[in-house]
C-alpha cells in the first residue's frame, strides 16, 4: 500500500471523525443534558394587547426593561388568586428598595365579569406597585394561549368559577422566561427566583 493510499485513509477517517463528533454536539443541545429535552423558554409568552385597572392601553412592551412576574386569575376566585396576590406583596417588601425594579402583572381570564373598574378596586387590598390587566374576550384568549395558560370554565350562569393555573411566570427584563414560582412557594425559595430574574 502506497503512502498516498495511507493519507487518504487518514484523512477520510479524520473526516469522518468530525462528522460524527459534531452529530454527537448537535444531539446533546436538541435532547439536553442527561437526554431531557432543553426547556424551550422562547415558546412561552409574547406580545399582548390588554387594558389595566385605569383602562389604558397596555402591551408586552409596556413592562420590557424591568422584570415582570406574570400571574392569571379572577376576581371572584375563592382562595389562589388573593392569595398569590398576598405572597407577591410580602416578596416586594421582602426586596426592600430591589422591590421597585420588578413588574407585577394580573391578567383575569375573566373578561366578562372583571372590568377595569372592578380590577381597581380589587387592587386596593394589595401591593399599589401591581398592575392588573383585562380585555376582550378574544385578547385575553390570545395572552393565554401565548403563556400556555391552562384555564377552564366551570357552571354556567352568574355562578361561574375557573379551573387555571397558580403559578407565577417570571420574566427577565427582555420578555424572556426565567422561571416559574409555585403556588405558595416558600418566601426564600420566591424571591431567589426572583433575584435570578433580576440579574438575567
Same mark, same amino acid.
Given at each position: ?8 485513509? /487518514?484523512?477520510?477517517?479524520? %473526516? ?57 386569575? #379572577? ?29 407585577? /402583572? ?18 386596593? =387590598? ?27 370554565? /366551570?357552571?354556567?350562569?352568574? =355562578? ?8 407565577? #411566570? ?14 405558595? %412557594? ?13 440579574? =438575567?
Amino acid at each position: 500500500m502506497s503512502v498516498q493510499t495511507n493519507r487518504l485513509q /487518514v484523512i477520510i477517517l479524520a %473526516a469522518l471523525f468530525c462528522v460524527l463528533a459534531a452529530a454527537c454536539v448537535t444531539l446533546v443541545l436538541t435532547m439536553g443534558v442527561g437526554g431531557r429535552a432543553p426547556q424551550q423558554t422562547s415558546l412561552i409568552g409574547g406580545d399582548f394587547s390588554l387594558v389595566n385597572q385605569d383602562g389604558k392601553p397596555i402591551t408586552q412592551a409596556t413592562f420590557l426593561g424591568k422584570p415582570t412576574a406574570y400571574f392569571f386569575g #379572577y376576581t371572584n376566585c375563592p382562595d389562589a388568586c388573593p392569595t398569590t396576590l398576598t405572597d407577591m406583596t410580602d416578596r416586594l417588601k421582602a426586596l426592600g428598595p430591589d422591590g421597585d425594579k420588578f413588574n407585577v /402583572v394580573f391578567i383575569s381570564v375573566d373578561p366578562g365579569r372583571d372590568t377595569p373598574q372592578l380590577l381597581k378596586s380589587y387592587l386596593e =387590598s394589595f401591593d399599589p406597585r401591581i398592575t392588573a390587566a383585562t380585555g376582550t374576550p378574544e385578547q385575553v384568549a390570545d395572552v393565554v394561549k401565548k403563556f400556555r395558560v391552562y384555564v377552564k370554565k /366551570v357552571g354556567e350562569g352568574d =355562578s361561574y368559577t375557573f379551573d387555571h393555573s397558580t403559578a407565577v #411566570y417570571m420574566m427577565d427584563a427582555k420578555g424572556n422566561l426565567v422561571t416559574l414560582i409555585d403556588y405558595q %412557594a416558600p418566601r426564600d425559595e420566591a424571591i431567589e427566583k426572583m433575584r435570578r430574574a433580576l440579574e =438575567s
